[in-house]
T-cell receptor, first 113, second 113 residues
Framework: EPEVTQTPSHQVTQMGQEVILRCVPI?????FYWYRQILGQKVEFLVS????????KSEIFDDQFSVERPDGSNFTLKIRSTKLEDSAMYFC???????????FGSGTQLSVL | KNQVEQSPQSLIILEGKNCTLQ??????????LRWYKQDTGRGPVSLTI?????NTKSNGRYTATLDADTKQSSLHITASQLSDSASYIC????????????FGKGTTLSVSS
């Protein structure tokens, strides 16, 4: 089965530092997403991306966050100045747009110290 | 307010036994309901997806039911295996995939030998 790939699997950073989380969506997918899951809590939507632009974002996705699709394969989430409360598992997901199946990556565990 | 509530919060069963997990939702308008399995430290993996007109859907030993009138769903696991130990998440969409996914907190299932 096709996979969404995320790197790194773990990222430790100091508060105030910038981090970039990377995702390689499934090749023929058109819609891309970032979700996060704080330890012990539910998965939360951050942002969706289609046709090289943000199509929807949640209240969590403030000015500290940005997304890019710098080439034909990568999809990145940047946090400009990390805060302690940004510590979470961040999941990338992608979708063809034709069926209902949304594929999730294995996640990047971000720890902000 | 759009919400997805799951019960029980956690469940312990013996290998080989059956179990049923519950999901109630208040999401409106409703597009589809998904059940995901999430292993610890991994991304959610889709088990079933049901639209408004579907009452039941099976995937191997997993059978999901949906009552769109009462806004309830269940996931039945037959002949449980140790590998079924995971969090099972009910996810409801108000639109087609992605942005409007509302996640439940999940039921943590532990299967013991």
């Amino acid at each position: 089965e096709p996979e969404v790939t995320q790197t790194p699997s773990h990222q430790v950073t100091q508060m105030g530092q910038e981090v970039i989380l990377r995702c390689v969506p499934i090749s023929n997918h058109l819609y891309f997403y970032w979700y996060r899951q704080i330890l012990g809590q539910k998965v939360e939507f951050l942002v969706s991306f289609y046709n090289n632009e943000i199509s929807e974002k949640s209240e969590i996705f403030d000015d500290q966050f940005s997304v890019e699709r710098p080439d034909g394969s990568n999809f990145t989430l940047k946090i400009r100045s990390t805060k302690l409360e940004d510590s979470a598992m961040y999941f990338c997901a992608s979708w063809t747009g034709d069926d209902e199946k949304l594929f999730f990556g294995s996640g990047t565990q971000l720890s902000v110290l | 307010k759009n919400q997805v509530e799951q019960s029980p919060q956690s469940l312990i069963i013996l290998e080989g036994k059956n179990c049923t997990l519950q999901c109630n939702y208040t999401v409106s308008p409703f597009s589809n309901l998904r059940w995901y399995k999430q292993d610890t430290g991994r991304g959610p993996v889709s088990l079933t997806i049901m639209t408004f007109s579907e009452n039941t859907k099976s995937n191997g030993r997993y059978t999901a039911t949906l009552d769109a009138d009462t806004k309830q769903s269940s996931l039945h696991i037959t002949a449980s295996q140790l590998s079924d130990s995971a969090s099972y998440i009910c996810v409801v969409s108000g639109r087609q995939a992605g942005t409007a996914l509302i996640f439940g907190k999940g039921t943590t299932l532990s299967v013991s030998s």
